[in-house]
C-alpha cells in the first residue's frame, strides 16, 4: 500500500508539500500541486482519514440515533440526513435504539469513543434525558427529531402530533363516528402524549365527552398487545373507530381485528399516524397523517452541521413541520 513518502518521491517534492495538498493548508503553487494529485492518482493513494481528524480534531462523521430503523417514516428521516450530510462531505453513522433507553446510552457512549462531530436523536423516552446529558457533558453538538424532552434545551426538528390528531379524529367524527378509541404509543413520549392531547380536545368541541376505558397505550415500535383489542371490543358500546398511534400498531389493530372476524372499515374504522411507502403496496389502504420525514433528516442535520461550523445562530431552534391527512379506504361514512 501506497504512503505519502511514495507519493512525495514519485512528485518529486518533499513529504511536507504533500501533507500540504492533502489538508489543503499552507501555500503550494498550482503546478506543483497538480504533480502532487497525479502522483496520487498513479499510485491510487488514500489519505489517511483518520490521522487527518485527529489533527483537525474532526472527524466529519456524525450519528443517527432513531428508535426503530424498520419503520419507513425513520428510515426515510435516516435519508434525508445522510443526503445532506454527503453534501457537506460528512458521514453518518446509524444507530437503532429499539425504544430501549440503555440500547440508546451504548450508542451515545459509541458516539463519545469514536469522537463524532455531532448527533441527531430521536429520545427512545423522556428517560433519555440522562443519555442527553453525557453528549452535553462532553461537548458533543446535538439535534433533537421528532420527540421533545422535559428540560433539555436544544434545536430540534418535529412534526405537529397535536394538530395532526386533531385532523384524524376529526374525520372520524363528520364521517359519523361517535365511539372513538385510540390506542397510543407508550405515554413517556411527547409525540404520544401531543397525539392524545389532540384526540381529547376534539371529542371535548365536538361534545362526545372522554372516556378512559377507549385509551389503551401501546408501543411504537414492539408487538402489539392483542389483549387490548379485545378489552376495546368488549366496552359499551363498541368503538366503531380507533385512532392508533403509528403505522405499525395501526397494520397490528387490522390483523386483530380480522381474525377477531371483524372487517376494516365496515366494522371498526382505522386512521393512524405516518404511513407506509406506497410503492410497497399495490393499494395503499390506511387514512393516515404523513410527515415530511425526509425532510425532519435534512433539516436537522442541516442545523447541526451550522453549530458545528459555528454559524452564529439563535438556540434553541423549534421547527415544526406540519402533517398532511391523506383519505383512504381504512375510513369511511359510517352509516349505522
Same mark, same amino acid.
Given at each position: 500500500m501506497s504512503n505519502i513518502h511514495d507519493v512525495?518521491? $514519485?512528485?518529486n517534492v518533499s513529504s511536507? =508539500?504533500?501533507?500540504?495538498?492533502?489538508?489543503?493548508? &499552507?501555500?503550494?503553487?498550482?503546478? =506543483?500541486?497538480?504533480?502532487?494529485?497525479?502522483a496520487m492518482k498513479q499510485l491510487n493513494y488514500v489519505p489517511n482519514g483518520l490521522a487527518r481528524s485527529l489533527v483537525r480534531k474532526k472527524t466529519h462523521t456524525l450519528a443517527l440515533i432513531v428508535p426503530d430503523?424498520?419503520?419507513?417514516?425513520?428510515?426515510?428521516?435516516?435519508?434525508?440526513?445522510?443526503?445532506?450530510?454527503?453534501?457537506? #462531505?460528512?458521514?453518518?453513522?446509524?444507530?437503532?435504539s429499539d425504544e430501549n433507553v440503555k440500547?440508546?446510552?451504548?450508542?451515545?457512549?459509541?458516539?463519545?469513543?469514536?469522537?463524532?462531530d455531532g448527533a441527531i436523536v430521536v429520545p427512545a423516552s423522556d428517560a433519555s434525558k440522562q443519555n442527553i446529558k453525557l453528549l =452535553? #457533558? !462532553?461537548?458533543?453538538? !446535538?439535534?433533537?427529531? #421528532?420527540r421533545e424532552i422535559d428540560g433539555v434545551k436544544a434545536d430540534i426538528v418535529r412534526g405537529d402530533s397535536i394538530m395532526g390528531a386533531r385532523q384524524l379524529v376529526q374525520h372520524l367524527i363528520d364521517a359519523g363516528h361517535q365511539h372513538i378509541a385510540i390506542i397510543t404509543g407508550n405515554l413517556s413520549t411527547s409525540t404520544s402524549r401531543d397525539r392524545l392531547l389532540g384526540y381529547q380536545q376534539v371529542l371535548a368541541?365536538? &361534545? $362526545?365527552?372522554?372516556r378512559p376505558d377507549y385509551v389503551k397505550e401501546s408501543s411504537y415500535s414492539s408487538a402489539l398487545d392483542p389483549a387490548l383489542i379485545d378489552e376495546l371490543l368488549a366496552c359499551s358500546p363498541?368503538?366503531?373507530?380507533?385512532?392508533?398511534?403509528?403505522?405499525?400498531?395501526?397494520?397490528?389493530?387490522?390483523?386483530?381485528l380480522r381474525q377477531r372476524g371483524l372487517s376494516v372499515p365496515e366494522d371498526c374504522a382505522i386512521v393512524t399516524f405516518d404511513d407506509y411507502d406506497p410503492l410497497s403496496l399495490p393499494e395503499p389502504f390506511l387514512t393516515a397523517a404523513t410527515q415530511p420525514a425526509y425532510?425532519?433528516?435534512?433539516?436537522?442535520?442541516?442545523?447541526?452541521?451550522?453549530?458545528i461550523d459555528g454559524v452564529p445562530v439563535p438556540s434553541p431552534r423549534k421547527m415544526i413541520l406540519q402533517p398532511e391527512v391523506i383519505i383512504r379506504k381504512s375510513s369511511v361514512t359510517h352509516t349505522r
Open positions: 512525495a518521491k $514519485l512528485a511536507m =508539500t504533500v501533507s500540504r495538498v492533502i489538508n489543503g493548508k &499552507g501555500y503550494v503553487k498550482e503546478q =506543483t500541486r497538480r504533480k502532487v494529485v497525479e430503523i424498520r419503520n419507513p417514516f425513520f428510515t426515510t428521516v435516516a435519508r434525508g440526513t445522510e443526503d445532506m450530510a454527503l453534501k457537506q #462531505d460528512y458521514r453518518v453513522v446509524l444507530c437503532n440500547k440508546e446510552k451504548h450508542y451515545v457512549e459509541m458516539c463519545l469513543s469514536i469522537r463524532v =452535553t #457533558d !462532553f461537548g458533543i453538538p !446535538f439535534v433533537l427529531i #421528532d368541541e365536538a &361534545g $362526545l365527552g372522554f363498541r368503538p366503531t373507530a380507533i385512532f392508533t398511534a403509528n403505522n405499525f400498531v395501526a397494520v397490528q389493530t387490522i390483523h386483530f425532510n425532519f433528516g435534512s433539516l436537522a442535520t442541516q442545523m447541526l452541521l451550522e453549530v
